[in-house]
C-alpha cells in the first residue's frame, strides 16, 4: 500500500458568493469580529464540533483554533510574570525550576540582597543599651519540586504543580536569624524591647525563660487611659474596650474589659479577651485620682512561642503550628542562632497549581508562589490542546491490526506506516527497513539520513536486472512528508549510480533482481552500495528524521535486534574500526587480535571515550553500549575461526544490535517489538543531555491488535499519573515531552506524543506577603485551560446549530454539521464536496437564530489545517466579511484573500 499524506474527503466549497450560495441569509455576522461571539469578555461562549469520521490531521486544526481561542480567554502571556512589591526568584540566569528538581538547586538563600525589607538586618538593643547586630535569610528547602501528580488524589486529575510536604523536615524553606554574639533574651534587661523580625515588629516578651523565647506582636495599637472606653470596628467585627485599672504590682498588671468579658493582662504578654487576643504592651499607674494611668494595647496581638525542637506555637491559646520545627544556636540564655523549619500545614495543602501561593504561616509576610510555566503541555481533559508543540499520534486502521504515525517533519504532517503483524511494516507487509545497506525491493520503506537532511521514503518503484547491464533500470523513491518523487531513470544500477536529494548524494546500487541498496556517498566511500568492508565505513543504524527544521528532536523507528552489517559484509580486516551512526550518537568498534586465543578483542568508544572492552570476543557475547543517553545491546554474529588468531579470519562477523527495552544499561532486556524512540533537545537540567522516550508497542492478546506499550524515559526525572478517567494515563518528563496512553478502546491501546521547542520550566517567586503577582504561562501550560473539555464535541454529540454558538471544524464528507451549514447530503462524495481545489480552504459564518456557526474546511486534512491556523493567529490575516479563502502550500506561506 502507498501511504501518502493524510487527505481528508472535506466539503470542497468553492470561492465567494459560489461557494455557500443561497444558503447564506441576507443578513451575516462578519469575520473582522472574530473571536466574538465565540468569545465574550474573557469568556468561551460556544461548543466547537469536529466529526466523527475526522481524520488526526483535522484534531490539529482544532486544536489550532481551540488554543487562539485559549489565548483570549486565559491572558496568559509569554513575558514572565508582572510583580508589584519585593519578590526573588528562585531561577538563576537561564537555569530554571525543571521537572523533579529541588527547589533551591539554583538558588539556596535569600538574603537582604533579595528582599530588603523583609530580611532586613537588625540590631537589637536591651534595656541596658547593649546592642547586637544579627541578619536574617531565607534558606529554600530541597523538597519542594515541580511535579506531574494529583497530590496524593487532591486533585482528581494531574497537573502541573509544585509538590511541597507536610512534613517540617522536608521543609518548604526555613527562616533564619544569625546574631554576632550571643543574645541573652531571658534577662530583665531584654524582656519587653523591640526584636523587628521579617518584616514584622515584636516585642520580647516576660514569658521568656531558660527554656522558651516568647515574642509579642500586634496588628493595630491603641492607647487607653483608666476608665476609658474605645469603641472600633477591628478585623471586621466590632469591639468594645475598657480599661477597668491599672496596679504597680510587680509585673504591672491591667483589668479590661472586651464585650462584656472581663480579664487582667500582665504587661508583655498577650490574652484573648472577648474574642480577640490583646497584649498589654505598656501598663503605666500613676495611683492619683487625676490621672489613675494608662495601657498601650495591641489589638489582634501575635504571640510565638519558641523551644528548641518542637513546633511554633501561636496565640494566647498556644495552638501548635502544623509543618514547623524549631532550632535554636545556643539556649534563651545565650541564643547565637534561630531557625524555624516551614513545611505545608497538610496533605490538603501541600502543591502549588500556576498562580498559587504559600504564605508564611509564622509570620504571615512572606510568600512562595507558583509564578510561571512556560512550554508544558496544556491539559484539558487529558488531552494536550497546545498548539504550540509537536504532535506524534498513534493510530490504527479500521481492523485495529496495523499502527500507523502521524508525525510532522518541516511543517509537512504525514501517516506513516508503524507496526502490523509484529513487525515494522505497513498494513500490507511491506517492510521499513532501518539499517542503511538493507535490501529494498518495490513499496518498501527507509529513511535517508545524510549530513542535515533526512527523507522518509517509499520505493514506489525499483526495476533492474542485476548483472544485464543495460540502462534500462528505474527507481522512484517518494518522501512520504512532501509526496515529492526522487528518481532515477534509464539507468544502469548495476554500478552505483548517484542520486542527490536535497544536495545529498546518495548511490543506489542494484544487487538482485528488481532488488536495490542505497547508502549515503558520505558513508559508503568507495560507491559499492557494502558497508561494513573498509576500514572506518559508517552505518546508519535506526535512521531518524527531525520533525523541526533548526531543532535537534529526533525521531526512529526500531525494532528487535537487527543485523549490521545488513548486506554483502564478507569480514573484517584485523585493526579495522567501524562506525554504527545511531540516533544518539556514532559508537565506533575497533577490531583486533586476541592475543590469547583465536578471537577477536572489541573496543567500542564514543566520542573518543571508551564505552565497553571485549577480552577475546567471541560468538554470541552480548553487549551493553550506552551512547548519548540511550543504552543498547550489540550481539555478536561470527564464524568459528581456522585457529589462527587473526581477527581477518572471522568472515561475516556482524553484530544484531537492539535497544535496551528498560533502558537499565544491561544485556538481558533487548527491545523485541517495534518500537518508536523520541530524541529530544537538550535538557538543561541534565548537563544538556539529549534525553529520549522509547514507546514499544505490543500485540493484544485476546484482540490480536497491535497496540502502544508503557513508555520508558531516560531523563533522571519524569512522572505518570492516572486521571479520573482511569482508562487514560499521563507521562511527563523533565524536557516536557508528554505521553498520553489511551486505553479506552478494549482492542487496543493508543497514545499521543506532544513535546516543546524548547524545554519545559518553571519559576518560583519568593515574595513579601503583600506583593502581587500575575501568574504567566505560555501557550502550553498544564493547568492554564479555560475552555472546558465538554466544550469540544462530536458531531453527533451536537443536535443543533440553532442552540449555541458552535465552530464547524472539516467539511460535510466528514462532519453532519458541516453538511447542514453547506446544504449538502454528509457523506455522499462527491455531492459532499465542490469546486474547491487542492490547497484550498474556507472560513465562513453563518446565522442560527440567535446564534453564530463558524465554518473551517479545506479540499484536504493539510488545507483545513491551514484555516486552523488562521484562525489560531487570526491577528495576523484579513478576516471580513462573510467567508474568506485559504490558500497555500506549506504551513508557512498562507495567503487568506
Known amino acids: 500500500m502507498n501511504v501518502k499524506k493524510a487527505i481528508s474527503k472535506v466539503v470542497a466549497l468553492g470561492t465567494g458568493a459560489v461557494m455557500l450560495g443561497a444558503t447564506l441569509a441576507a443578513a451575516q455576522p462578519s469575520l473582522a469580529n472574530y473571536p466574538a461571539p465565540f468569545v465574550e469578555n474573557g469568556v468561551f461562549n460556544a461548543v466547537i464540533g469536529i466529526g466523527g469520521d475526522s481524520k488526526a490531521i483535522d484534531n490539529m486544526a482544532m486544536t489550532n483554533i481551540a488554543t487562539g481561542l485559549q489565548a483570549d480567554t486565559s491572558g496568559s502571556s509569554s513575558d514572565g510574570p508582572a510583580v508589584s512589591g519585593e519578590s526573588a526568584s528562585l531561577s538563576s540566569g537561564t537555569n530554571k525550576v525543571y521537572l523533579g528538581q529541588a527547589l533551591n538547586t539554583n538558588v539556596d538563600t535569600l538574603t537582604d540582597d533579595d528582599l530588603p525589607t523583609i530580611l532586613a538586618d537588625g540590631t537589637f538593643e536591651d534595656d541596658n543599651g547593649d546592642e547586637t547586630d544579627y541578619q536574617q535569610s531565607i534558606v529554600v528547602g530541597a523538597t519542594p519540586v515541580l511535579a506531574f501528580s494529583d497530590s496524593g488524589s487532591d486533585l482528581d486529575d494531574p497537573a502541573l504543580l509544585l509538590q511541597m510536604d507536610d512534613n517540617s523536615g522536608n521543609q518548604n524553606y526555613q527562616l533564619k536569624v544569625n546574631f554576632d554574639s550571643a543574645v541573652d533574651f531571658n534577662d530583665a534587661a531584654s524582656e519587653g524591647e523591640k526584636l523587628p523580625l521579617f518584616g514584622r515588629e515584636y516585642t520580647v516578651g516576660t514569658g521568656t525563660d531558660a527554656d522558651t523565647l516568647v515574642l509579642l506582636g500586634g496588628a493595630r495599637t491603641v492607647n487607653l487611659a483608666v476608665g476609658e472606653t474605645l469603641e472600633i470596628d477591628f478585623g471586621g467585627e466590632d469591639y468594645k474596650i475598657t480599661v477597668v485599672g491599672v496596679s504597680d504590682d510587680n509585673p504591672d498588671t491591667a483589668t479590661i474589659t472586651v464585650n462584656g468579658d472581663t480579664e487582667s493582662v500582665t504587661q508583655g504578654n498577650s490574652k484573648e479577651i472577648g474574642g480577640v487576643d490583646i497584649l498589654a504592651d505598656t501598663v503605666q499607674a500613676f495611683n492619683t485620682e487625676a490621672n489613675p494611668g494608662y495601657v498601650v494595647l495591641k489589638l489582634g496581638s501575635d504571640e510565638i512561642q519558641l523551644e528548641d525542637t518542637d513546633n511554633v506555637l501561636m496565640g494566647s491559646s498556644r495552638d501548635a503550628v502544623d509543618g514547623t520545627l524549631v532550632a535554636f544556636g545556643g539556649t534563651p540564655d545565650a541564643m547565637t542562632s534561630l531557625t524555624i523549619n516551614v513545611a505545608a500545614l497538610d496533605n490538603d495543602a501541600d502543591h ?7 504564605t508564611d504561616t509564622v509570620f504571615g509576610t512572606v510568600k512562595m508562589t507558583l509564578s510561571e510555566l512556560k512550554n508544558g503541555p496544556m491539559i484539558d481533559g487529558e488531552q494536550d490542546t497546545s498548539s504550540a508543540r509537536e504532535v506524534i499520534e498513534f493510530s490504527s486502521d479500521s481492523g485495529g491490526a496495523a499502527l500507523s504515525v502521524v508525525a510532522t517533519k518541516g511543517g509537512d504532517t504525514a501517516t506513516l506506516p508503524f507496526d502490523e503483524g509484529a513487525a515494522l511494516e505497513d498494513e500490507d507487509s511491506n517492510d521499513i527497513e532501518i539499517v542503511e545497506g538493507a535490501q529494498i525491493t518495490e513499496d518498501e520503506y527507509t529513511v535517508l539520513v545524510a549530513g542535515n537532511e533526512q527523507v522518509f521514503v517509499q520505493a514506489t518503484r525499483v526495476v533492474c536486472d542485476n548483472g544485464g547491464g543495460d540502462a534500462d533500470d528505474d527507481v522512484t523513491l517518494r518522501d512520504q512528508f512532501t509526496n515529492a518523487d526522487y528518481k532515477l531513470e534509464d539507468k544502469d544500477l548495476d554500478a552505483a549510480n548517484d542520486l542527490v536529494i536535497k544536495g545529498q548524494t546518495f548511490n543506489v546500487d542494484c544487487v538482485a533482481a528488481n532488488t536495490v541498496v542505497i547508502t549515503s556517498a558520505a558513508n559508503d566511500g568507495d560507491d559499492d552500495g557494502i558497508l561494513g568492508d573498509t576500514d572506518g565505513d559508517t552505518i546508519q543504524v535506526f535512521p531518524y528524521f527531525e520533525p523541526l527544521s533548526g531543532r535537534d528532536h529526533r525521531i526512529a523507528m526500531v525494532d528487535e535486534a537487527l543485523t549490521v552489517p545488513a548486506a554483502g559484509f564478507t569480514g573484517l580486516v584485523n585493526g579495522a574500526d567501524l562506525v554504527l551512526a545511531l540516533p544518539t550518537g556514532d559508537l565506533s568498534i575497533d577490531f583486533a587480535d586476541d592475543a590469547g586465543g583465536d578471537d577477536c578483542d572489541l573496543t567500542g568508544t564514543v566520542g573518543g571515550t571508551t564505552v565497553f572492552t571485549t577480552d577475546g570476543a567471541s560468538d554470541t557475547d552480548e553487549i551493553a553500549a550506552t551512547v548519548g543517553a540511550v543504552d543498547y545491546i550489540l550481539e555478536l554474529n561470527m564464524a568459528v575461526d581456522d585457529g589462527d588468531a587473526d581477527c581477518d579470519d572471522e568472515a561475516g562477523m556482524s553484530f544484531d544490535v537492539a535497544v535496551d527495552s528498560d533502558q537499565d544499561a544491561d544485556v538481558d532486556g533487548e527491545l523485541q517489538v517495534p518500537g518508536l524512540l523520541l530524541v529530544e533537545e537538550e535538557d538543561n ?36 499519573d492516572t486521571f479520573d478517567d482511569s482508562d487514560f494515563a499521563g ?50 501550560a498544564m493547568g492554564a485551560s479555560t475552555i472546558s473539555v465538554d466544550a469540544t464535541l462530536f458531531d453527533y454529540e451536537i443536535a443543533s446549530l440553532s442552540s449555541q454558538n458552535t465552530i464547524i471544524v472539516a467539511g460535510g464528507c466528514v462532519n453532519e454539521l458541516a453538511a447542514d451549514f453547506m446544504g449538502v447530503p454528509y457523506g455522499e462524495f462527491p455531492a459532499c464536496a465542490g469546486d474547491l481545489q487542492e490547497g484550498e480552504a474556507i472560513i465562513a459564518v453563518k446565522e442560527y437564530g440567535d446564534y453564530t456557526a463558524l465554518l473551517a474546511a479545506g479540499y484536504s486534512g493539510d488545507d483545513t489545517r491551514r484555516a486552523g491556523i488562521v484562525l489560531h493567529d487570526y491577528t495576523s490575516y484579513p478576516l471580513s466579511g462573510s467567508e474568506v479563502k485559504v490558500t497555500g502550500t506549506d504551513f508557512t506561506n498562507i495567503v487568506v484573500e
Not at 502549588?352 to 504559600?358: A, N, V, Y
Open 731 to 780: 507521562y511527563l518528563d523533565s524536557f516536557g515531552t508528554y505521553v498520553l496512553v489511551d486505553s479506552s478502546n478494549s482492542d487496543h491501546t493508543l497514545a499521543t506524543v506532544t513535546f516543546p521547542n524548547e524545554q519545559m520550566y518553571a519559576d518560583v517567586l519568593i515574595s513579601e506577603e503583600t506583593a502581587t503577582i500575575a501568574a504567566s504561562s505560555s501557550a502550553g
Open 352 to 358: 502549588l497549581l500556576l498562580g498559587e501561593s504559600f
Open 685 to 720: 537540567s541534565e548537563s544538556d543531555a539529549q534525553n529520549a522516550v522509547l514507546i514499544p508497542t505490543a500485540t493484544d492478546g485476546g484482540s490480536g491488535d497491535e497496540e502502544v506499550g508503557t513508555p520508558v524515559f531516560t531523563a533522571a526525572n519524569s512522572d505518570t
